[in-house]
Structures are given as C-alpha cells and as structure tokens.
C-alpha cells in the first residue's frame, strides 16, 4: 500500500539554524499539507499546496517558513531561522482531490525537530 | 479556539466491549468529519469519515455517528480489540480542500 514517507525521523538543530524536512507524498496525489505537533498539544495545520502554489497557510506560517516541491515526487518544508519553540512533530500529508471520499488526507510518521 | 473538542482524554474499555469515543465540533461550515487513530512515534492514519449529508458510516468494527443538529459525532469500535490502544483524534474540515481542524485526541487503552 502507497505511503508518505518523511526524512529525516529526528532533527536536532541549534537555535538560528535553517532546516529542511523532507517528504514524499503519494504518487498520484495532488495536494500536499504540513501539519505540527508541539509536545502534549493538538495536531496543527501549516500549510496546503496544490499546483506548485500554497492554497492555505496558518497564522503559524509566517515569513521564516516555506515550502517547495523542488521535483516531481518531493516535497519540503524550510525553516530559515529556527527558534526553541518551533520544536514539535512535523507531519506531512497528502490527498488526492480536493473533497469527498478522495480527499482523505493521509499522513506520513513524521519529523520530530528538536531546536537546542 | 478549539473548534474540535474531545472531551474525554483517555478512555479504558475491556476487550470485546464496545469504545466509543465522542467529538464535538463549533463551525457550523464544516462538513466533512474523519477520524484518524495515532500510534506512538508514528503520523495519524486515516480510519473512517462521515459527510454532512450523512448520519452514520460503518467499516467492519467502526462505525461514526454525526448528529448535526448537536454538532456531535461519535466513534463506536466493536468489538474492541487490544490492537485499538491508540490515541483517537477527531477531525473536520469545510468544504473544498482545507485543512483538517483537529481536536486534542483521546487515548484509547483496551484492556485484554
């Protein structure tokens, strides 16, 4: 069975420090979603993509974060200068069309990022 | 601003007995309900979802439950296996391709 697949598992970075989370949506989705997870709080969206464009995007996701599909099978998520808070669970997702009973949104196991 | 809510952190149910997990939800725009089922360390996997226009959804042992007029749905797993410990985490998203609104999750411990 299809699945996202998300690197790297865990990410330790120092505070200021640009990282990239990784992921590998389904192959014959169409959108893409992160979502975040702080310790002991609720799932939390980032950010949709569809068409090489971001459809929605959270008040979480300001100016230090962006998003690429740099090919045609991933899809990244930047962090330009992180900060102690944005350590959490980073998941990605995708669905095949935009509603319905295709439009399950299906997660990878995610990134656990860790700023120091 | 919790537009998804999960009353009940945790839940223990004996093996063979009936869960069921309960939501309740703000947005009168929502329509579309999921549930999704997290184990530790791993991303939340899809389980079942209810249409507005609907009032129940059955799967083999899971069955959703959505009472508009309440703004309420339920999940009932049964029978319960011990392999449904998990933290159960309810969803719900306008039409269109939105995000999934999420509440907090309850974790759902079946005891063998």
């Known amino acids: 069975e299809p699945e996202v697949t998300q690197t790297p598992s865990h990410q330790v970075t120092q505070m200021g420090q640009e990282v990239i989370l990784r992921c590998v949506p389904i192959?014959?989705?169409?959108?893409f979603y992160w979502y975040r997870q702080i310790l002991g709080q609720k799932v939390e969206f980032l950010v949709s993509?569809?068409?090489?464009?971001?459809?929605?995007k959270s008040e979480i996701f300001d100016d230090q974060f962006s998003v690429e599909r740099p090919d045609g099978s991933n899809f990244t998520l930047k962090i330009r200068s992180t900060k102690l808070e944005d350590s959490a669970m980073y998941f990605c997702?995708?669905?095949?069309?935009?509603?319905?009973?295709?439009?399950?949104?299906?997660f990878g196991p995610g990134t656990r990022l860790t700023v120091t | 601003d919790q537009q998804v809510k999960q009353n009940s952190p945790s839940l223990s149910v004996q093996e063979g007995r009936i869960s069921i997990l309960n939501c309740d939800y703000t947005?009168?725009?929502?329509?579309?309900f999921l549930w999704y089922k997290k184990y530790p360390a791993e991303g939340p996997t899809f389980l079942i979802s209810?249409?507005?226009?609907?009032d129940k959804n059955e799967d083999g042992r899971f069955t959703v439950f959505l009472n508009k007029s309440a703004k309420h749905l339920s999940l009932h797993i049964v029978p319960s296996q011990p392999g449904d410990s998990a933290v159960y985490f309810c969803a719900a998203r306008r039409s269109g391709n939105t995000p999934l609104v999420f509440g907090k999750g309850t974790r759902l411990s079946v005891i063998a």
């Open positions: 997702a995708s669905s095949k069309l935009r509603a319905g009973l295709e439009g399950e949104q299906y």
């Open positions: 993509f569809y068409n090489n464009e971001i459809s929605e």
């Open positions: 947005n009168s725009m929502f329509d579309y």
């Open positions: 209810i249409s507005s226009i609907k």
């Open positions: 192959s014959n989705h169409l959108y």
